[in-house]
């Protein structure tokens, strides 16, 4: 099966690479960053048998040596009379238990390793967008690795070594204007980056974001995907030129199937979908087929139905063990996030990293129905199709399943289509389900800049407890 091919490069690309983009990261030749993504880029093309047995002895090493140096697992696996060394896995990994946020939460410091933190660890932190902030240690190795994953997909979008790109985001800690001023020359010069701040997405702020890139011609365009569906709705309704370019990354929300069509329709590129942690970086990516990719250098993955594995087509809970942090290693860890189980092993791309089916998002990014069936977020983009008054929507359901519809818009069909929406969204909830709609100036979104359409206390409160039932998951 034929590789597919990097993208062609001119003359200047190549030169800035070569002369200022790989300097930039500190060392030339010898960069740790460009080591590892020379090895990711060839373990990409082994056969899935290879791949699943390096991810495996990965796998052992690493719990291996988190039951010998991390309190916590040395005293879940004593708990259990389990030798670590004697494990077979990814067999064997069930006796390990599930590390939840409010472990993370609780205990973290029973999860960093003994012995002196290597150089180069640092504190991260999330929660924006789940409600319980955590906070974990991260090795220099870590993020070597986790870069280098990135840089892999970012080739496969189209990017190259000096290419322009743009980007959307809301995390401070991400954006070149929250950084010293070193940082901010070595990702605008060297880097060649723009950025559009999604807590500031105003139509003057896109404007001038377009009149921008119209100027600086990214290559790749990357960001949240509600801020890149945003972008391109504005481009969209008022008919601004946008350079095509060679491909989109969206990622840290769920890419929808209407969002989707939007950015390729507008932005003239296909879209390969990134998903993510703070606490893991890179986990799965989709290639030029539309599959998404295991990032088998950082992760090992488990998709469960109550605490065994959900068969093929089904969903359930996405379950990581982190393989490259050593100083503060998360095994069996649930990211709270609801993906498709895959019996697929082969793809087109002639990639042999293991696939991933669709990540649905977090628990409440559905709806709770009363007989325990979870509604995808998704059945409300379609119930707004074709509503011209509408320019955004929310819903949101508290712990005891009433739900509010937040509608921005105007035009004299609003109330009307509102209206048709609420009756639709009550034949499909049930009668029982008390629904308010409320009419919204503009619907906010989360702290960390990300726009979630579909927020439920309910789903998460029950999805967290084993009580909803998997197979009213789909839109």
Request: some cysteine; proline content about 6%.
């Amino acid at each position: 099966m034929s590789r597919p091919r990097p993208p062609a490069r001119s003359r200047r690309a190549g030169l800035w690479a070569r002369l200022l983009y790989r300097p930039s990261l500190r060392r030339l030749r010898t960069h740790p960053v460009l080591a590892e993504l020379a090895r990711l880029e060839h373990e990409q093309w082994l056969s899935p048998s290879e791949a699943r047995s390096l991810q495996r002895s990965r796998l052992l090493q690493t719990v291996c040596e988190a039951a010998a140096r991390v309190p916590f697992y040395r005293e879940a696996l004593a708990a259990r009379n389990v030798d670590g060394a004697a494990l077979r896995l990814p067999e064997d990994l069930h006796r390990l238990p599930v590390l939840t946020r409010a472990d993370l939460a609780s205990g973290a410091e029973r999860l960093v390793a003994d012995g002196p933190a290597p150089h180069g660890t640092r504190w991260n932190h999330t929660g924006g967008s789940s409600g319980t902030p955590v906070s974990f240690l991260q090795d220099s190795a870590y993020r070597v690795a986790n870069l280098a994953a990135v840089a892999r997909h970012d080739r496969w979008a189209g990017w190259e070594f000096g290419a322009r790109t743009a980007l959307l985001w809301g995390a401070d800690q991400d954006l070149a204007s929250a950084q010293p001023w070193r940082q901010r020359l070595d990702i605008r010069w060297f880097r060649r980056q723009v950025e559009l701040d999604a807590f500031q997405m105003g139509p003057a702020e896109m404007e001038r974001f377009r009149r921008a890139l119209e100027r600086f011609h990214p290559q790749v365009v990357r960001g949240y995907a509600g801020a890149l569906d945003l972008f391109a709705a504005y481009l969209e309704e008022m008919g601004r030129p946008f350079p095509a370019p060679r491909g989109i990354i969206s990622c840290a929300e769920t890419l929808t199937e209407p969002m989707r069509q939007r950015l390729e329709s507008v932005l003239a590129a296909p879209v390969h979908d990134r998903y993510g942690s703070r606490e893991f970086g890179l986990i799965a990516s989709e290639c030029e087929q539309g599959r998404s990719h295991v990032n088998t250098r950082g992760v090992y993955v488990e998709i469960l139905d109550g605490d065994r594995p959900a068969t093929p087509g089904t969903v359930g809970r996405l379950v990581i063990t982190g393989l490259a942090n050593r100083v503060m290693p998360l095994l069996r860890y649930d990211t709270g996030d609801i993906a498709e189980a895959t019996g697929e092993e082969a793809c087109p791309c002639g990639r042999g990293l293991p696939l991933l089916g669709r990540v649905h998002g977090r628990a409440s990014d559905f709806i709770a129905a009363p007989d325990g069936r979870l509604i995808h977020g998704e059945f409300f983009t379609h119930l707004f199709y074709g509503r011209t008054g509408v320019r955004q929507f929310a819903v949101e359901q508290d712990e005891a399943g009433a739900l509010t519809l937040l509608v921005a818009g105007e035009g004299p069909d609003l109330r009307r289509q509102v209206e048709e929406v609420v009756a639709a969204v009550q034949r499909r909830v049930g009668a029982s389900v008390p629904i308010t709609a409320r009419r919204v100036e503009r619907v906010e979104h989360a702290p960390s800049g990300k726009r979630c359409f579909v927020r439920s206390r309910m789903a998460a409160g029950r999805w967290s407890q084993g009580g909803v039932s998997r197979t009213g998951a789909n839109p």
